[in-house]
């Protein structure tokens, strides 16, 4: 028959054992749990960047867009004020031939 203390001793050795089992399987764990975490911030750090392009493509393109349109409205302004100025050039031309001749 056994006795109390190779029993305690025994107990104490499967204590021992089942601490270090819990250590080793924590360390495990955290490592695990580590990797997976670095994994899903790689894979949100591309997704973000993959969104953020897309985002700046859309931009350009918005920019570009309005950049047309803004030229061809100020192409229209700029062909609406230079008809303006050829209308009235002839008699701009005349008045000042008036001028030159009448203090000649």
């Avoid at 028959?1 to 499967?14: D, F, N």
């Avoid at 894979?43 to 859309?58: H, I, P, W």
């Avoid at 350009?60 to 009235?88: M, Y």
């Amino acid at each position: 028959m056994r006795s109390v203390i190779e029993e305690i001793a025994t107990a104490e050795r499967q204590a021992e054992d089942i601490r270090v089992s819990a250590a080793a399987q924590a360390r495990e764990l955290s490592l695990q749990a580590r990797e997976d975490a670095q994994a899903a911030l790689f894979v949100l750090e591309n997704e973000s960047r993959e969104a953020m392009q897309a985002e700046l493509e859309k931009a350009k393109l918005e920019g570009e867009s309005l950049s047309a349109e803004l030229l061809k409205q100020l192409q229209s302004e700029a062909d609406a004020l230079c008809a303006q100025a050829a209308a009235r050039l002839d008699g701009a031309v005349a008045y000042l031939l008036d001028k030159v001749t009448k203090t000649a």
